[in-house]
């Protein structure tokens, strides 16, 4: 289905675009660590923030003397919900010298979290497209292999079944179902075809279908459906 396809180099671009804007925001912040000076602050009230799932969340706005004696107030980049720091809390801060106004709190949270939130959803999108990927490559490997090597056996068509495992735009995937009973083993084995995103029923007129099996591992195998017509895209 071409809206699979679409999807799992989506989520894969995605992931890598948010993992590398992680990284060079995290770059950002060692720089700025680096280069900062340091003065004690005081935390002078909490604001409360709008969160994106619509609770409130609250960031500390704190106090400290520049060196040259002026007041600064800041009001922190990152919230959370309980809060990080109480009214009266005495912080570290640091900030670039000759630029009071750009300071942070030298907290984990405070200076990590950007990157840290970032980075995992992107490595989450990653992951998810990235598997997606590596799964189709996967099994079309195991599909070549097991045409070539695997032995062929005529399993007997059962029916038609909907995935329900798998769900893309509201809609299930097809499978065929076929059994076979082991004659060495007197083992009956069911088998199911990839996933179809038509109905295939009506192109299946034979009772019998070529399944491709590792003779050593029957569990492993593969249902030729290559008779059967692609779905247009």
Do not use: C
Request: charged content about 15%; cysteine-free; proline content about 6%.
């Amino acid at each position: 289905m071409k809206t699979v396809a679409i999807l799992k180099y989506a989520f894969a671009v995605i992931g890598g675009g948010l993992v590398a804007a992680a990284l060079i925001w995290a770059n950002h912040v060692r720089g700025f660590i680096a280069q900062a000076a340091k003065a004690e602050g005081t935390v002078m009230e909490l604001v409360a923030s709008r969160s994106n799932d619509g609770g409130t969340t609250w960031k500390p706005v704190v106090r400290f003397t520049a060196p040259g004696g002026e007041i600064i107030h800041f009001t922190s980049r990152t919230s959370s919900n309980p809060p990080g720091y109480s009214k009266g809390e005495k912080v570290e801060v640091l900030y670039r010298p000759g630029q009071p106004q750009d300071a942070s709190i030298n907290g984990l949270f405070s200076l990590w979290g950007g990157p840290l939130i970032i980075g995992g959803i992107g490595a989450a999108f990653f992951l998810i497209g990235g598997g997606m990927i590596f799964a189709g490559r996967f099994a079309a490997q195991r599909a070549a292999w097991l045409r070539t090597n695997g032995m062929p056996v005529k399993a007997r068509f059962q029916g038609v079944e909907l995935n329900e495992a798998l769900t893309v735009n509201g809609r299930h995937p097809f499978r065929v179902v076929a059994q076979w009973l082991d004659p060495a083993t007197s083992e009956v084995h069911v088998f199911r075809s990839e996933n179809l995103w038509f109905d295939p029923t009506e192109y299946l007129k034979s009772p019998e279908l070529t399944v491709y099996i590792e003779q050593s591992n029957p569990k492993k195998y593969l249902v030729d459906v290559a008779f059967l017509p692609k779905l247009a895209s």
